[in-house]
């Protein structure tokens, strides 16, 4: 990406510090030294952030670094490529988070939507994988690698949903208490339903209690669900739609307890636009002034790539609205 597409997204984005929205967990990183904020409110930022294929992104920061990790394959051989950056300027690749198991092992192939989060002073890293023979990706299971390095290398400590599943997401809540929020994978080995989205308890972070409840069964699909706590509510966002194309989008349900019930509310968060197609799978964090920013890919018009891009997200007491997918100069004050 050059330098003129993004001059400013450092103003933007060195205020971000790495909260993801989690009622009682607050900032993960107050031991760590942050950068040099900046605020001059005059200056822009454009999308996308970084100019490779780099889909499903989590966005965290630790030690003077901005470390985005997306799906896929690394260029070294691993899988869930990191990259670094002190300014949004000059991204440098750090590495695959984590190595290929072998052909029956649980993380064979796909290494899709990381998310990462540090518990007791380890980074936990999340995501979905599956053995060589997965007829209709039945064989996906989230799983875990742990690292007491944000930039990895992550070690294997194998599966956390021990059926079909996809787009594990960590949130823990105010009484500390942990959940595992997650979509239902095709020819789930408990007779759940594809496409829909469940929660299930965490007893440790690479155990859950066995107990899935099913809470967003509104449409044909939903997947990539996220949790922030607001105005004491619980709001779930997720997106629905088929990746591939313009139907993908960002929506979102409340509720008044992490496990439901969930209402669906009518309005969308991201959806398609002239310039960007198929916004969607995000992660959400809020900045050093209390700011909300959106992390999410998107589809450039050709549909030859998904692209990381940022925006603001606006909370209130009964809705979450976005002037995302932005493709033109953002001011940092709007």
Known sequence: MSKVKIFVFI????????????????????????TEL????????RNPIIDKYLAD???MYDNGFYYLFATGKAEDGRFIP?????????WEFVRGAVERGGKTDWNYNHFWAPEVIRIDGKWHLYYTA?????PRNSGNRVGLAVSDSIQGPYQDRGVVIPHGSIDGHVFIDEDKQMYMFYTIEHLNSDGLTAGQIYVDRLLAPNRVEGKPKQIVSHHKWQEGPFLQYRYNKYFLTYSSGAWTNETYHVRYAVASSPEGPFTEQPDTILSSNEMVKGPGHHFMYQDKYGKDWII????????????????????SENSIRSDGPTFSKQKLDR
């Open 57 to 59: 992104p989590c966005l």
């Open 296 to 315: 999410y890919h998107g589809w450039d018009t050709a549909f030859t790539a998904r692209y990381p891009r940022i925006d603001r997200i606006f909370f």
């Open 11 to 34: 103003s933007a984005l060195a205020l971000l510090v790495s909260c993801r929205g989690n009622r009682g967990q607050g900032r993960q990183n107050d031991s760590n030294t942050d």
């Open 82 to 90: 990191i990259h670094r950056t002190r300014d949004f300027v000059n």
């Open 38 to 45: 900046l605020e001059d409110k005059g200056l822009t930022y």
């Open 130 to 134: 599956t053995p060589e023979h997965s």
